[in-house]
């Protein structure tokens, strides 16, 4: 019942089951990083420096630090993520 939204080299977002949280693995190990509360509609990216979780109700692109799903940046907008760098969010 999970759903992959989110792959790259080294990590694997899913969104759980029960469609409340994403979920984040590390590839090649059956570890879970992080867990965060999200909607059935999330969505999300990764990139080598953040997992960017886009939500909606309310709306808001979280970015995440990939390992250890520590906040680096929460916006309350309906705004879409063009790029994430090490100093910010397009």
Excluded at 69 to 77: H, I
């Amino acid at each position: 019942g999970t759903k992959l939204i989110a792959v790259d080299d080294r990590y694997a977002v899913f969104r759980a089951a029960d469609k409340r949280s994403v979920v984040a693995r590390e590839l090649g190990t059956d570890r879970v990083l992080w867990t965060r509360p999200a909607s059935g509609k999330a969505g999300a990216a990764l990139t080598p420096y953040a997992a960017v979780v886009a939500d909606e109700k309310p709306s808001r692109l979280a970015a995440v630090d990939p390992r250890t799903g520590r906040e680096l940046a929460v916006l309350r907008t309906s705004a879409n993520a063009l790029a994430v760098g090490s100093q910010g969010m397009i």
